[in-house]
C-alpha cells in the first residue's frame, strides 16, 4: 500500500471519530427526561425537600430542631396558621393534632415568642414532643405546647434572659435593660403558669445568673410535662 493511500484512510478515520463524537454530543443535548431516566436505569430523581415537605403537610408533624431564627420557625407558623384554615368546618374534638418534634438549644427571644402566639392561639390542638435538648427560647415554646410529651433523655436548660446590644448612650441603656426585666418577667411568669415550679426556687435560680439544668426528675417533679414517650417496660 502506498504512503498517500494509508495517510488518506488515517485522516478519513479522523473525520468519522469527529464525526461520531459530535453525534454524540448532539445526542447529549438533546437528552428528554424521559430518555435520560431511561439510561439512569429508570430511577426517577427524588426530590428529598419536597418529599419531607410534602409528608410533613399530610401528616401535620413539623420539627424544630435548630437555632430559633425567623428562618426556622416561620414555616412552623404558617402551617399551623394553614392547618386551621383546613379545619375551620370541622368539630374540635374531630381535628388532628399537630405534632411539633422540639431538639433545640434556643434562639431569638421575639421569634421564639411568635411561634408561642401561634399555639396559643391554636384551635386545632398542638402537641410538643421533646426529643433532645429544650434549652432557652425552646423551653418556653415547648411549654406553651397544649400537650407536652417529655423523654428521659431530655436536656432542659433554664437561664435568665441574654442579649447583646450595639446602644451607646447611658438613656438608652436604661430604657433596653427596662424592656429585658419586663421580658425577664414575662418569661418567669409563663413558666410559674404552666408548671408547679415553685416561685422561691425560679427566683433563686434566675438571681444566681447560672444555668439551671433540670433534670428527667426535676421535669416529673414540677409536672413539666403531660406524657412520657420512652418509659422501659417493667
Not at 392561639?121 to 398542638?126: C, F
Request: proline fraction near 3%; charged fraction near 30%.
Amino acid at each position: 500500500m502506498s504512503k498517500e493511500l494509508e495517510n488518506n484512510i488515517e485522516q478519513e478515520e479522523v473525520i468519522s471519530n469527529e464525526n461520531i463524537e459530535e453525534n454524540v454530543d448532539e445526542e447529549q443535548i438533546d437528552l428528554t427526561s424521559e430518555q435520560l431516566q431511561a439510561l439512569l436505569g429508570g430511577e426517577e430523581y427524588i426530590d428529598m425537600a419536597a418529599m419531607l415537605e410534602s409528608e410533613m403537610v399530610v401528616n401535620r408533624t413539623l420539627y424544630l430542631n435548630q437555632e430559633i431564627t425567623l428562618d426556622t420557625i416561620n414555616y412552623i407558623i404558617q402551617l399551623i396558621h394553614k392547618f386551621n384554615r383546613d379545619d375551620y368546618d370541622v368539630p374540635f374534638e374531630e381535628r388532628i393534632p399537630i405534632v411539633i418534634y422540639i431538639d433545640s438549644v434556643g434562639g431569638e427571644i421575639y421569634r421564639g415568642l411568635s411561634l408561642c402566639s401561634a399555639i396559643e392561639s391554636s384551635d386545632t390542638p398542638v402537641i410538643g414532643v421533646l426529643q433532645g435538648s429544650c434549652m432557652s427560647m425552646a423551653l418556653i415554646i415547648w411549654q406553651s405546647c397544649h400537650v407536652r410529651y417529655a423523654s428521659r433523655f431530655s436536656n432542659v436548660l433554664y437561664h435568665t434572659l441574654r442579649a447583646g446590644s450595639d446602644i451607646e448612650t447611658l438613656p438608652e441603656m436604661k430604657n433596653k435593660i427596662k424592656h429585658y426585666e419586663y421580658l425577664q418577667k414575662m418569661l418567669d411568669d409563663y413558666i410559674l403558669e404552666k408548671t408547679e415550679i415553685p416561685k422561691k426556687k425560679l427566683k433563686k435560680k434566675r438571681e444566681s445568673n447560672l444555668d439551671w439544668f433540670l433534670t428527667f426528675s426535676d421535669l416529673t417533679k414540677y409536672k413539666m410535662y403531660d406524657y412520657v414517650i420512652d418509659l422501659p417496660n417493667k
